[in-house]
Every structure is written in C-alpha cells, then in structure tokens.
C-alpha cells in the first residue's frame, strides 16, 4: 500500500531564510506526486506536483521540489520564504491510473519576522 | 468558475443526534471524495465516488457513516448517531478523470463538534 511520510511536524524559519520540506514515499512504481498547501480555516490547494519527466518542477507561489526515486523522495523547496507562507503543507502520492490520494501528516511551517 | 461548495461550515451537535454534511463538486468533474481531518490522523480518505457511484469506502469507520451521491452535482455525508470521536473537519474534493491530473480540489471544509 502506498504511504507518505513527512518527518517534521512542526519547522519555523526566518521570513527570507530558505525553506525544505521533507517528503518520503512508498509505492512500487512510479507514483504521482503532490505537494498541497492549507492556510487556516481553508481547504488544500495545490502547489505542484510530479507526474513524469523532468525530476524537478516548478509550482505556485515560488515553490518547487525534486523527485529523487533513488530515495524516495519529493521535498519541496522554496528560496527565500514571507511571512506569508506560514501554512501547513501536506506531500501526497497517488496511484498511476487511479484518482486516489493519500497524503502525509502535514508540517506545520511558521514563519519568524 | 465556482469551487467545491460545502455547507454547513462549522456544526455543533449533541451527542446521539443526526449530522448531514453536503457537498457540491466542480461542474464536470467526475470524481467525489470525502477526507476526515483531525489532529491525531491527519486527513484520511473516508470514501470516492466515480461518476456517482462508490468506488472505495474502506476508510468509513463504521456504520454510523455513509455517504450518498444522488447525482453529478451533490453528495452527502451522514452521521447517525454522532458521537464526540466523530469531531473533526470533513472536507470534499472533487477532480476530473478527463483531465487527468490527478489533482482534488478542495471545499473549506465542514467543522463538526460534537459535545
């Protein structure tokens, strides 16, 4: 069965510091990937995601994250955060051919002036 | 475009008695989902539907919960009777197989307390 795993609950940077977000999977192919965001009070919107070719994608508001099979991973990144950005985000993998998702814990990222 | 709709938004309820959350997808889309968020599981996939129709419900926790699609353009869940483990915020995704992004998109949510 596919899983997600988010080992950082909780992670709080300086507004212009450099972010990463870890996300690891398990599925035995090659899966479809997602990073969704939730503000307070919000449902999920989408960031990005990975489906096939170039292992590194570009998404919304400045993000981006690279899938590495090797590890099985698909951290997000973004260079400079704002205080906007202060959010939970969830990694989430699907099944090739099928709509399901399942998604990670979530991090919780807070943001320092 | 409108987004997934979903009403109430917030619901309190005493313990024992009915709950009905609804759901209104993306026009065209084809694909229904409900996911359950709480702070000890995260968001888990209670039930989808395809083209009205239930496709998994492995996540629905018991038999207090079922969920109906009369058609393309509303869903309900229901709880009966509820119970205060049953809090939590219910949200409803909706995609589009034609698409085939594989992205949900997502209502606010519905938060149900139940006391």
């Known amino acids: 069965a596919q899983s997600v795993t988010q080992p950082d609950i909780h992670i709080t940077v300086s507004e212009g510091a450099s972010l990463e977000l870890r996300c690891n999977y398990s599925?035995?192919?090659?899966?479809?990937l997602f990073w969704y965001v939730q503000s307070p009070g919000q449902g999920l919107q989408l960031l990005l995601k990975?489906?096939?070719?170039?292992?590194l994608v570009q998404g919304i508001k400045g993000f981006e994250a690279e899938f590495k099979r090797s590890q099985s991973s698909f951290n997000l990144r973004k260079p400079s955060v704002h205080w906007s950005d202060a959010a939970e985000y969830f990694c989430?993998?699907?099944?090739?051919?099928?709509?399901?998702?399942?998604f990670g814990q979530g991090t919780r990222l807070t943001i320092n002036p | 475009d409108a987004g997934v709709i979903q009403s109430p938004r917030h619901e309190v309820t005493e313990m024992g008695q009915e709950v009905t959350l609804r759901c209104k997808p993306i026009?065209?889309?084809?694909?229904l989902f409900w996911y359950r968020q709480t702070m000890m599981r995260g968001l888990e996939l209670l039930i989808y539907?395809?083209?009205?129709?239930?496709?998994?419900d492995s996540g629905m926790p018991e038999d207090r919960f079922s969920a109906k699609m009369p058609n393309a353009s509303f869903s309900t869940l229901k709880i009966q009777p509820s119970e205060p483990r049953d809090s939590a915020v219910y949200f409803c995704?909706?995609?589009?197989?034609?698409?085939?992004?594989?992205?949900?998109?997502f209502g606010e949510g519905s938060r149900l307390t139940v006391l």
């Open positions: 995704a909706s995609s589009s197989w034609t698409a085939n992004t594989g992205e949900l998109f």
């Open positions: 599925y035995g192919a090659t899966p479809y």
């Open positions: 990975y489906f096939s070719g170039d292992t």
């Open positions: 989430a993998v699907g099944d090739q051919g099928a709509q399901k998702l399942v």
């Open positions: 026009s065209g889309h084809d694909y």
């Open positions: 539907f395809n083209n009205n129709v239930p496709i998994d």
